[in-house]
């Protein structure tokens, strides 16, 4: 049974400040690693996947892999009050299946 | 970019009846679609995998004959919950691969 574990939150951080989110998982054979942003009442988009140990930067995120950890992370720079959602890990399986986190409650404050 | 929709975006409907979901892709084609339910202050949890031209394959705990799926086509797959009860009321989404997510369709059975 693959788990992805998340920190629930609430995590808020100050508008400008850099959101830390992080992630870690149960099946050593994982090989994509993904998040995505759920606002209140609607469907996830993705934000970033990684494949590959390291970062991964996007804009004002960066996605953060360590396999020998099982951990994954997103960081968030710069954030703003628009940033406020869940944030979903979600870890791919065999045939594309996802399984995912269950999600952190990030608030920005202005 | 791809587009992936759901109809209808909501529903209510008595307990007892049938209510069909239909998730198409409206400018790629899928032969596979990923359905998943979302409780309230929950994470997605994947129902089903939805094949085009062949049998859907379930998630363990779900009734393959409550919760019916067609791939009718390339773009096109839906989901049937038979008999619906209050305890199906939730949010349904698809996706296609792992960044196509439809809007969602919320449930209430009453």
């Known amino acids: 049974q693959k788990e992805v574990e998340q920190n629930s939150g609430p995590l808020s951080v100050p508008e400008g400040a850099i959101a830390s989110l992080n992630c870690t998982y149960s099946d050593r054979g994982s090989q994509s690693f993904f998040w995505y942003r759920q606002y209140s009442g609607k469907s996830p988009e993705l934000i970033m996947f990684i494949y590959s140990n390291g970062d991964k930067e996007d804009g004002r995120f960066t996605a953060q892999l360590n396999k020998a950890s099982q951990y994954v992370s997103l960081l968030i720079r710069d954030s703003q009050p628009s940033d406020s959602a869940t944030y979903l890990c979600?870890?791919?399986?065999?045939?594309?299946?996802?399984?995912f986190g269950s999600g952190t409650q990030l608030t920005v404050l202005p | 970019g791809a587009v992936v929709s759901q109809h209808p975006s909501w529903v209510i409907c008595k307990s007892g009846t049938s209510v069909k979901i239909e998730c198409r892709s409206l400018?790629?084609?899928?032969?596979?679609m990923f359905w998943y339910r979302q409780f309230p202050k929950q994470s997605l949890m994947l129902m089903a995998t939805?094949?085009?031209?062949?049998?859907?394959?379930?998630e363990q705990g779900v009734e393959k004959d409550k919760f019916l799926i067609n791939h009718a086509s390339l773009t096109l797959s839906t989901l049937t919950v038979t008999s619906a009860h209050p305890e199906d009321s939730s949010f349904y989404i698809c996706?296609?691969?792992?960044?196509?997510f439809g809007p969602g369709t919320r449930l209430t059975v009453t």
């Open positions: 979600a870890v791919d399986g065999s045939a594309r299946q996802l399984t």
């Open positions: 996706s296609a691969y792992e960044q196509y």
């Open positions: 939805s094949n085009e031209g062949s049998k859907a394959t379930y």
């Open positions: 400018d790629f084609q899928a032969t596979t």
